[in-house]
């Protein structure tokens, strides 16, 4: 497993490497026992984003902590919440992926999303959407999750198959409980990659509600 020093260097690397980081000079990396903290500002919360999966790409990092904050643009180019606003409902509209009745509510750039939806991916796609307007320092998912509750048993038989069809998983490694719709996800992964995954995995069963995340990302 790398040492601190050389996580350190290894995720500044990756984070100049990215080319959609561009405040890359900006931001501060520290590392203790492979949790890897970001510090500084960046120019959009997109990239707030982008840093902490540039972090979580390299390997021996066990964790990140993203403190990064998204700096306010400067007076004459401040925008008013009410076009914010605008331009995030619009943005939503335009793409295919989101439902059709979501709002949005902004209050010193922060913006709340609520509304209904089927998938998981939906609100999170809602919520990238809205994290790429300019002027947008932070978003708030409130959209709720409505479809009927399968059996328990149907869920957890679903995501088991998934894990094991995933050529990226180590299915043996991976516990999965259901309660109600939620879905508790215990075990190791050897990358955050495979973390990503098996998350996902969860999320796409019928009938989630909630994803409890208990994983653990363990270097061999």
Do not use: C
Request: glycine content about 6%.
């Amino acid at each position: 497993m790398a040492s601190d020093e050389a996580l350190i260097r290894h995720v500044r690397d990756e984070l100049y490497w990215d080319p959609k980081i561009s405040d890359s000079g900006a931001i501060a990396v520290d590392a203790t026992r492979g949790i890897v903290t970001l510090r500084g500002t960046v120019s959009s919360l997109r990239q707030r984003h982008e840093a902490k999966k540039a972090a979580e790409r390299v390997s021996g990092v066990v964790d990140v902590h993203n403190e990064l904050a998204v700096r306010p643009l400067v007076d004459e180019q401040r925008r008013e919440d009410a076009s914010i606003r605008g331009d995030v409902l619009q943005a939503l509209m335009l793409n295919g992926l989101v439902p059709g009745a979501l709002d949005a509510k902004v209050h010193d750039g922060v913006v709340t999303l609520t509304g209904e939806a089927e998938w998981q991916y939906q609100r999170d796609e809602a919520a990238f959407v809205a994290s790429n307007v300019v002027g947008v320092v932070d978003v708030v998912n409130e959209i709720e999750l409505i479809h009927s509750t399968p059996r328990e048993g149907d869920v957890r038989g679903s995501i088991e198959k998934a894990f094991k069809r995933h050529a990226a998983l180590e299915a043996d490694d991976l516990h999965i409980s259901v309660s109600n719709g939620t879905v508790t996800v215990d075990g190791t992964v050897r990358s955050w990659a495979e973390h990503d995954e098996a998350i996902a995995a969860a999320w796409a069963a019928p009938g989630v509600r909630a994803v409890v995340d208990n994983l653990k990302v363990v270097y061999f």
